[in-house]
């Protein structure tokens, strides 16, 4: 019962050039999402979130956009580099404090 | 990820042994989650824990598997007579008290059970 899904395990893309990670879900409950990034060895740590309210959230080179209609975000990096390179979580929540994770992207900046 | 300690990083353990896994939030949260991450999956979730009380803990299973966050101390997640299927990463993230904010997330300890 994956009601988070990340569809692509992985992504390649040129130093300089646009990454864009999706992202759909399943419950239409959800109201608040969040990106993660995973480097080997350590824990997640937070990027950018997004609630039900808006459509668009930016940070800097990192924007999320949300598609409620079809149950699908993304994230979008711009310009992409090296550091970038790790694993991206997308996660949910809607009633209650509990997340639901994505399987993870695994983004290759290569330079 | 500093705020978030976990302990130990790696922990090994033979059939049939106890694992205790702990976890202190970051200062000023009182919401502490754990997660298992199996190789080439994505988190799940197990326990939702505030201090002293289980809150959610539908992720985890019914046998073996027990979780506390008593009111001094970290949290513990204790598996007991462990398995080689138990073999995964653990995370832990805590959260602020009030609304729906970002969890921040520990290491991780990596449990090897030989």
């Known amino acids: 019962d994956q009601q988070v899904k990340q569809n692509s395990p992985s992504l390649s893309v040129q130093e300089g050039r646009i990454s864009i990670l999706n992202c759909d879900y399943t419950n239409s409950m959800f109201d608040y999402f969040l990106w993660y990034k995973k480097y080997p060895a350590e824990g997640p740590t937070f990027l950018i979130s997004i609630s039900s309210i808006k459509d668009k959230n930016e940070d800097g080179r990192f924007t999320v956009f949300l598609n409620k209609s079809a149950k699908h975000l993304s994230l979008h990096i711009v310009p992409s580099q090296p550091g970038d390179s790790a694993v991206y979580f997308c996660?949910?929540?809607?009633?209650?404090?509990?997340?639901?994770f994505g399987t993870g992207t695994s983004l290759t900046v290569i330079p | 990820n500093a705020g978030v300690m976990q302990n130990p990083r790696h922990l090994v353990r033979r059939r049939g042994q106890e694992a205790r896994l702990r976890c202190s939030p970051m200062k000023g949260h009182s919401h502490v989650y754990w997660y298992r991450q199996l190789p080439e999956e994505g988190l799940k979730f197990m326990v939702y824990l505030q201090k002293e009380n289980i809150i959610d803990e539908s992720g985890m299973p019914k046998e073996r598997f027990s979780a506390e966050f008593p009111k001094e101390g970290p949290s513990i997640l204790r598996i007991q007579q462990v398995v080689r299927g138990d073999s995964a990463a653990y995370f832990c993230?805590?959260?602020?008290?009030?609304?729906?904010?970002?969890?921040?997330f520990g290491d991780g300890t990596r449990l090897s059970i030989l």
């Open positions: 993230a805590s959260s602020p008290s009030q609304g729906i904010q970002p969890q921040h």
């Open positions: 996660a949910a929540s809607g009633l209650g404090n509990q997340f639901y």
